[in-house]
């Protein structure tokens, strides 16, 4: 394949087609892939072909057995985890990236991809409303800019951990985290591997809207620093997992300022609500926070991955991570390497997506498409919550609502505590009934140690119909099992 | 833009017109992009558009700002770092994975977002001659993976840190990682990421082709466990990013599992060249290996960001990293949910490039292009032996040769200290000067205390004439700077 005999053409060509056909409607497809467990590994050869094969014979393979395992999270009836969807602009900017092939190690590596992070990174701070002072970084997710952040935390310390590590030395309290029960499991995992361990790992209670106790935050702090740990960072989200429940970030700020601890924010999710003055307040304390996440590819329509990781102090990153090595000598000054900044060296040019999808809708086309997504969120909850043996049971600001059927309790007038588990084999159920018809896929969480369903809208496809569509599933399958005995 | 009014398929069409130009001859450009620092930022607005702009005049700044901007890793004269280039169809597999905008973190997903990576790894593994004992997961790249392994090694120490942690325990010793002056930094990263700590990074003695002594590995990690450390884990590279050098993996795994430390191998750049039965020889210990880390966005034509990461036990991988979460609860028994096997949550599409290119190239034209880059290294290192005043510095069993100008010590007949040094000055001034022509990029080095030149040959567009045209192009701008008087 080459550009010379036109055939690189050719397949691009092919390629452009599928696509376009695809986006005009995702939807013919089953939302949850319907393949079986082993099923694309029989069907595929176990060794790589000894001579190259011609484009259609691979791409007539993707189409026939690729297509079908994969999970549709283009739908617009995909309303699992946080539903996403991404500019179509942005397919062109990965291809451009990807014929590029750039490696933005360094700022000399293409000075472009690096300046472009930082004008796209600056005009999405000053879309979200948060002060100058913070300088922004692309990562790939937020699981690793969750992770660098507590690294940032850890080193601020002052405890020499980076040159003496934390094992095998006396002078070295346990560092404690402090996170919710709601917060993304990323945090824990970043202790994990930052060697804070999983019991320095604190659960502070959260209040009836699954929001962190600020005053449970400062207890427990205090607790732990009168017992000899070292409290190094507390973690406010922005719109949790389960129900996009926000911290009370400025009240976490206050304490955490005066106790000398780390604050970060995750508002991967929650954050690009920001862009709307109407929920401008998810970031109030954020302004103050150390260190702040948000996802361009949840909400802000780009594909994965392009996480971005905002902090007051970007030397205090490059402290932490920078190493000098003798192939990556650098002569340029006051430019960014941002391969000194995280554990990553690799790095894909990434803004070039978010420059594309930030020019093409405006910020007005974002906000109008926000907008959309949190109205038809509340006119689901509505339904819901107008419909008997059905329950809205969690808040829902943003476009993740939050239910259950519950028939028994309902029934009873008093719930007792078997119905509950009754009515989580029954929810259970009609879940997975509703996500086999193809039709759409939603997953579901635990509150209250209670299976809840939950639906997210983020897609910019997913018109009142998709919702009514899905809802009108969910009950009908309600109603097919609304005898106990059917359970 | 949208597909129905046909405005998505031309701008499609005219990116992909863009991209066929491109690589007719990226030759075009100036290797190394001419841009001064802060220029793209002053070209750009300060903030993004209320509105939203059409796609001709968001792609006319690409070509106007973006592109003078990019080095060109492409190009058929990048000599820098390590060259790379990707088959180009490996563009149209990046596009189809942004439009399908897959997060492959579960198996259920996209089931054959998972399965393709298992089935590519497969064949992978067996084209390098890897046991079948291997399972192999995709990362983003090499520190990544590195990282990973180096986490892997600490769990697999049984000291309990996942769930305790690393700080204020009484019970722990310092664990040790050991490498040579010529590992990839990535390795301590991780291991100050991880809480090892630089000072137990132990840098072992290497002999005079660049490669660890094994007798003095096996010192370092008796001389350790004397003095109380708890030696974890030693890294092998095969191909080191300054010369290219190869660790003695077999030596080095045999005394390591006499030891009980975990056997690390970094294959990123050299292994792809296993995939030649006169090169299979590089990953020869590596097979008794505990972990190895490929690298196909160097060396085997895929685009960034792909690397690979080979584990004999999955299992300890997932008992590092996962968590339970209550809205990720998976159902099916016997898959692989890629999120449990590290750090990060979201993970794109990735193995589809991979597939697109080993099915384009098939192994035996993987084996051509490895074998041309080889040869044209050969050849230049032949060119720099038979030139006076010129010296190549290393061994150069791959397509990377290290060199250097010595006209000084070359002259006196016996080098002195302070000719090095004048070496040095010279060497860094022929270099600038080459590169600031645009015609070539190539990058240094620094070897026994001296700069070195570099030219690392990994381009499928590379000819002879390329490699040719930079010698020149060295051999002219020394001879400019003949005269001492000129450094």
């Not at 300046?115 to 979200?128: A, F, H, P, S």
């Not at 976490?252 to 003055?277: C, F, I, K, N």
């Not at 340029?332 to 554990?343: A, Q, R």
């Not at 588990?421 to 009934?433: E, T």
């Amino acid at each position: 394949m080459t550009p010379d005999d036109g055939s690189f053409r050719t397949a691009f060509d092919r390629v452009a087609a599928w696509i376009e056909d695809y986006y005009r409607s995702p939807g013919r497809y089953p939302v949850l892939s319907r393949s079986r467990p082993g099923e694309l590994i029989a069907a595929l050869p176990g060794e790589a072909p000894e001579e190259g094969e011609p484009f259609e014979r691979i791409f007539a393979d993707f189409e026939r057995l690729i297509v079908p395992g994969i999970t549709h999270w283009n739908h617009p009836r995909f309303f699992a985890y946080f539903a996403i969807s991404a500019a179509q602009v942005t397919v062109l900017a990965e291809a451009l990236a990807a014929a590029l092939d750039v490696n933005a190690m360094l700022w000399r590596t293409s000075p472009a991809a690096t300046e472009l992070e930082d004008v796209t990174l600056g005009w999405l701070r000053r879309m979200l409303g948060l002060p100058d002072a913070f300088h922004g970084i692309v990562y790939d997710t937020a699981s690793i800019g969750g992770f660098t952040a507590l690294a940032a935390a850890r080193e601020s310390l002052g405890l020499d951990i980076r040159a003496r590590g934390m094992a095998g030395r006396s002078d070295l309290p346990a560092l404690r985290v402090y996170i919710t029960e709601h917060t993304h499991s990323h945090i824990e995992k970043g202790a994990i591997a930052l060697g804070i361990g999983r019991e320095n790992v604190v659960t502070v209670a959260v209040d009836d809207a699954f929001a962190m106790r600020p005053e449970a935050l400062a207890r427990a702090i205090d607790d732990d620093r009168a017992a000899g740990f070292r409290p190094m960072c507390a973690v406010a989200t922005v719109g949790t997992t389960s129900t996009t429940s926000t911290d009370p970030v400025a009240a976490m700020r206050e304490l955490t300022r005066e106790r000398g601890v780390w604050l970060h924010v995750d508002a991967a999710y929650g954050g690009p609500a920001a862009v709307l003055p109407e929920f401008r307040w998810l970031l109030d304390g954020a302004h103050e926070a150390d260190s702040i996440v948000i996802n361009p590819h949840k909400w802000l329509f780009v594909p994965v991955d392009l996480s971005v990781l905002y902090v007051r102090d970007p030397e205090l990153l490059r402290r932490t991570f920078s190493l000098a090595s003798d192939v990556l000598v650098t002569y340029e000054s006051g430019v960014h390497n941002y391969m000194d900044y995280g554990l990553q060296l690799g790095r894909r040019f990434r803004a070039l997506k978010l420059w594309f999808a930030l020019r093409t809708f405006g910020i007005s086309g974002i906000q109008a498409r926000l907008r959309n997504h949190i109205a038809l969120a509340q006119e689901l909850a509505g339904w819901i919550d107008a419909e008997p043996g059905w329950n809205v049971v969690a808040p829902h600001p943003l476009s993740v609502v939050c239910f259950r059927y519950e028939p028994l309790s309902t029934a009873s007038g008093q719930a007792q505590p078997q119905d509950g588990a009754g009515d989580d084999a029954l929810n259970l159920a009609i879940m997975d009934a509703v996500n086999a018809t193809g039709e759409v896929f939603l997953s579901s969480t635990r509150l209250r140690d209670r299976l809840v369903l939950r639906i997210a809208i983020g897609n910019e496809r997913t018109t009142r119909e998709d919702v009514r569509l899905a809802w009108d599933l969910l009950r009908r399958e309600a109603a097919a099992r609304r005898s106990p005995a059917v359970v």
